[in-house]
């Protein structure tokens, strides 16, 4: 379960709570996009901290699943579909639960609790099929799905396994390092993400590593770092996550955020203020979202192509909200955000970007030798964010395109 949620009777009905409210809101999202329109997905006000929903997953479509904790400490696992509200799922008998993910047939994964213990499900048209155990487990987690249905998580027992599971079969992950692993995601290519070793953060050892078909790749940690894990990975093949290094100043360690792509892991720092990072999703242009914190409570994020932006800086004041948390990013650009609002309940927050700024390479809502530069360090590049035209190659017309629309 969400940390935000306490553990009761799940509700074995359905119930529909409208969309809250919508507005357009000025942004500088990471495909330089000049505005975005705001939905806030609410429950009733409950006015005790921690109530509400916990969003985890929006598809492309723009439906969302996560759990609720409703004031009189119900929970349970919820679908927002597009346009229909917040319906409550009926999972069979459950004391909690959460979704994790959803894709485009509208199947949920994620996990309950109930009489046959710590369980991952999938949820399909009303229906629910418990994922079972892998030997010598007690405790099972389905973290993600894709397209074709395969499942990706944890089992767990003495130690963490990674799992598959697809048409009713669970599967070992097997991976070069151990004892244990973690699966987070899985792309449309079937190609899984997640941590192998020990534990992916001090003291003991972890790494981040792409496995596809019977191939595992560790991606290590940039100097000077020590563990990391992966969260995410697009239908291209990018990862995001979070790396960790030893504190220059002694005590806790330092937690940053990444993007790996071909090879290359990049920190992503954190935003102004902030000393730590977490990358929780990333969709095909390499925009990744999460959250920075510490000192003080944790705000949303953007990032790509170096531009790491507070997406709070994008959203009305009037609607008193707090963007605490970027949970995923959708191929078409939408980001869906934990929230908090004015009574301290939990919502969710779905931005969809609007327009555009043409020119604008690095997304700072500005047409300047950035973006010159930009363009001519991706010159011959076929197709990615300097490809101001979509036409597959970047050239002397995405030069232009610049130079004409220049600030």
């Not at 002694?250 to 940053?256: A, D, K, L, T, Y």
């Not at 955020?257 to 990072?277: C, E, Q, R, Y």
């Not at 707090?322 to 009574?343: F, H, K, R, V, Y």
Request: charged content about 10%.
């Amino acid at each position: 379960m969400s940390r935000a949620f306490p553990i009761a009777v799940l509700l074995c009905r359905i119930s529909i709570y409208p969309v809250a409210m919508s507005w357009a809101a000025a942004a500088c999202e990471a495909d330089c996009t000049s505005s975005y329109s705001v939905e806030v997905v609410a429950l009733p006000y409950c006015g005790f901290p921690g109530y509400g929903l916990g969003p985890q997953k929006a598809s492309d479509g723009g439906n969302i699943v996560g759990a609720y904790g409703l004031c009189n400490e119900q929970t349970g696992a919820f679908l927002a579909a597009k346009d229909q509200g917040v319906a409550f799922l009926n999972l069979g008998q459950a004391t909690s639960a959460i979704g994790n993910d959803i894709n485009s047939k509208l199947q949920i994964v994620g996990t309950k609790e109930g009489p046959t213990g710590h369980v991952g499900f999938l949820y399909e048209q009303g229906i629910t099929t418990e994922l079972g155990f892998l030997p010598n487990t007690n405790l099972v987690e389905a973290n993600a799905i894709n397209e074709s249905g395969l499942v990706v998580g944890l089992a767990a027992g003495n130690k963490q396994h990674a799992f598959t599971w697809q048409n009713g079969s669970m599967s070992e992950l097997v991976l070069p390092v151990g004892p244990s692993a973690v699966a987070f995601d899985v792309n449309d290519s079937g190609q899984i993400v997640g941590w192998m070793g020990v534990a992916p953060f001090p003291p003991f050892y972890g790494e981040a590593f792409v496995w596809d078909n019977g191939k595992t790749t560790p991606l290590g940690y940039p100097s000077p770092g020590t563990n990391s894990e992966a969260r995410a990975i697009s239908n291209n093949g990018q990862v995001c996550g979070a790396f960790v290094f030893p504190n220059p100043q002694g005590g806790p360690v330092i937690r940053r955020a990444f993007h790996w792509s071909n090879g290359v892991m990049t920190d992503i720092g954190t935003l102004p203020g902030f000393t730590k990072s977490f990358g929780i999703d990333v969709n095909d242009a390499g925009q990744v979202v999460g959250y920075c914190t510490t000192p003080g409570p944790s705000r949303a994020f953007v990032w790509q192509n170096g531009v790491m932006s507070n997406l709070n800086d994008f959203i009305p004041s009037e609607l008193g909200l707090t963007l605490i948390e970027g949970m995923s990013i959708s191929n078409n650009g939408q980001i869906l955000c934990q929230a908090t609002g004015q009574d301290a309940d939990y919502v969710a927050v779905l931005l969809t970007p609007k327009g555009s700024t043409l020119g604008d390479f690095n997304c700072d809502n500005i047409v300047n030798v950035d973006d010159l530069l930009g363009v001519i360090s991706n010159w011959g590049a076929s197709g990615g964010p300097a490809d101001l035209n979509s036409d597959k190659v970047v050239n002397v017309d995405d030069l232009l395109i610049v130079l004409t629309n220049w600030s």
